[in-house]
């Protein structure tokens, strides 16, 4: 008899899917215009995305990349070099928007507070670059998911401010690093000017991400938001979903202890692991393009991410899911 494969798929957290809870809310929303003028459902998520992140207004977006964007075009003017870590989202995976649409000028950097202080500030001459912005990204995806804490993000910030550089936080997976530090979100975007967060990555829902700052930031995102097509008309049916998501972070804890076990497995298969800070499990293979087929012709989805395999644990996997992709990745080693 031969057995169906079903698939696990770890390509990413993106892939969790509303459920019925959540498609109940959204069927239920209240809604409005929200381009004449405010949709409830989509102000309530606003407001209370802004309160746990510690900043005074926020504003939906339909992506993070569009949340990133937003930010950069209003803190970037034509030229205007940004820093950066090597692997950041805002450099290799959002098609240069950071230049072709904000303007910037991106470099890749070690972010420490020695590099941040020697990269910016001081005296350039009058044909030398201005730097204007530091981006930070936590939890870090292209390095595994891992977590900046509190005292290490002060300190990057500080340097940010001793040369007169404003912050942006790719706050993507903002929610994993906070479970993971057991710190509140707001602890994680001390001294940021703007701050973007995922709805729809492990919270699940099917849309959305958030970008907040200060009300005249929010008051100017909004009109960028609209240029950039991203204006929506009864968006509450979306909002509602990431509501819903937001009453879900302390479950994240779950993927993080699935990531963790998926680690051990791999490692006693005799795989090159990293540990994993929250739900990002990273391989180092030989050959990745050979792994990742094998892995797919197994039925276990991963994804390529700096040159190595990706597993992400989500909402939609499960201990038992986690077994089973050990037990089929074992028949084979
Ligand atoms: C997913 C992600 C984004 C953007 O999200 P989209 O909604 O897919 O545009 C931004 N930054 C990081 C670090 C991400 O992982």
């Known amino acids: 008899m031969i057995e169906a494969v079903f698939p696990i798929d770890l390509r990413s957290d993106t892939v969790t899917e509303p459920d019925e809870e959540m498609r109940r809310a959204m069927a239920a929303a209240e809604v409005a215009d929200d381009v004449l003028g405010h949709d409830p ?19 939906w977006v339909p992506s993070g ?5 937003i930010a950069l075009t209003l803190h970037l003017s034509r030229g205007d070099r940004f820093l950066a870590s090597p692997g950041a ?6 098609l240069g928007t950071a230049a072709w649409i904000a303007g910037g000028m991106p470099h890749a950097l070690d972010l420490t507070p020695a590099s941040i202080r020697s990269s910016a500030g001081g005296e350039t001459p009058y044909y030398g670059l ?9 939890t870090h995806n292209a390095s ?6 509190p ?3 002060a300190s990057l910030v500080a340097a940010a401010a001793d040369v007169g550089l404003r912050v942006h936080l790719d706050g993507a997976r903002l929610w994993n690093a906070s479970v993971a530090l057991d710190v509140p979100p707001a602890a994680l975007t001390v001294g940021c000017d703007t701050v973007q967060v995922c709805l729809s990555k492990g919270l699940g829902a ?10 005249s930031f929010v008051t100017e995102a909004r009109r960028v938001r609209k240029m950039l097509g991203g204006g929506v008309r009864q968006g509450g049916v979306l909002a509602a979903a990431g509501l819903v998501a937001l009453d879900r972070i302390p479950s994240l804890a779950l993927d993080h202890d699935h990531a963790r076990a998926l680690a051990e497995g791999l490692r006693s298969l005799g795989w090159d692991v990293a540990e994993p800070a929250t739900n990002i499990v990273l391989a180092s293979v030989p050959d990745l393009a050979v792994t990742l087929h094998g892995l797919e012709h197994l039925g276990v989805l991963a994804s390529p991410m700096a040159g190595k395999v990706r597993f992400v644990t989500h909402r939609d996997v499960d201990a038992s899911d986690v077994k089973e992709v050990l037990r089929r990745i074992g028949e084979v080693s």
Do not use: F, I, K, Y
């Open 151 to 153: 005292d290490e993000h």
């Open 65 to 69: 990349s569009m949340g990133n964007l």
């Open 89 to 94: 989202h805002v450099l290799d995976a959002e």
């Open 144 to 149: 595994g998911g891992t977590v900046t804490p």
């Open 130 to 138: 201005r730097t204007t912005l530091l981006c930070l990204e936590n």
């Open 206 to 215: 099917p849309v959305g991400s958030v970008v907040a700052g200060s009300s």
């Open 41 to 59: 459902t989509m102000l309530a998520l606003e407001e209370r995305v802004a309160a746990l992140l510690g900043v005074e207004a926020a504003l």
